[in-house]
């Protein structure tokens, strides 16, 4: 048994609604702006057009929502050093499990602790630019920034895991096999590693059968559903929760120092 504490249909609508003329009057003067932002935040798992899908996005309450992201952070590592099979591994298998599985991780933590957040349009000249010209292609760092069709991608996640309404349990359990992932690259200990997750993994589906006996798709159900967090980027979730405080610190050798503290 693994004990616990191991563990668019349209086509830019609003486009052809206004003549070229009112759409940039309305950006010059502010209010073209506001409305995207309350649409982003109104209705934020409907569907947009492509072209909104790429707008470059920041948190629209930066200081309470990285706060909030950071306590999520500073637990999610606590676990993990909690686990005493953790523990046992040596130094580059714990860095290599957790900067692989961060992220995945996080996404978690957000959804166990029901945190929403909201976003806002990055004011730049790149909308007046695509709205007017079409969206040219993107530059280096343009391409890296968060968009709106990640955040809509994050969002859709959090919103699988509430739908599951999983225990704390399953919490646990899960965390603990999305950790010890035997294909991580240059794992050390891949043998050990290995035998954990299919501990966690057999400690979960025990659980669940206690918990949901009626439910004989919920043990596969919950392990698809992780499966997806692999296409939320670290990128996305680094600079979206995390720049804002640490600015161009590397995350992971922030996560490195926060497992030797």
């Not at 950006?27 to 409305?35: A, D, H, N, P, W």
Request: hydrophobic share 40%; charged share 15%; proline share 5%.
């Amino acid at each position: 048994m693994f004990p616990l504490e191991e563990i668019t249909r349209h086509s830019c609508s609003g486009y052809r609604d206004h003549p070229p003329h009112t759409i940039l009057y309305n950006i010059l003067s502010g209010t073209e702006s506001r409305y995207l932002i309350d649409k982003l935040n109104r209705n934020a798992t409907a569907h947009s057009c492509h072209c909104e899908q790429r707008w470059t996005v920041c948190l629209k309450d930066p200081k309470v929502t990285c706060q909030v992201a950071s306590s999520v952070l500073v637990k999610t590592v606590c676990f993990v050093r909690s686990l005493p099979s953790f523990n046992q591994l040596p130094s580059g298998d714990q860095s290599s499990l957790l900067r692989h599985s961060w992220v995945s991780l996080f996404v978690l933590g957000l959804a166990q602790k029901k945190i929403v957040f909201e976003v806002t349009v990055v004011p730049n000249t790149s909308i007046l630019r695509k709205i007017l010209l079409g969206p040219p292609g993107l530059t280096g760092n343009e391409a890296d920034l968060p968009t709106l069709a990640g955040v809509h991608n994050l969002r859709a996640c959090l919103h699988t895991l509430w739908n599951l309404d999983l225990s704390p349990v399953e919490y646990a359990y899960l965390k603990g096999a999305l950790l010890f992932n035997p294909a991580v690259r240059g794992l050390s200990t891949l043998l050990f590693i290995e035998d954990v997750q299919e501990k966690a993994q057999r400690a979960l589906q025990e659980v669940i059968h206690i918990l949901h006996p009626e439910d004989a798709a919920r043990f596969s159900h919950i392990l698809l559903v992780a499966s997806t967090f692999q296409t939320v980027s670290h990128s996305l979730v680094t600079k979206l929760f995390f720049k804002p405080l640490i600015g161009n610190t590397n995350m992971s050798h922030l996560l490195t120092e926060m497992l030797s503290v």
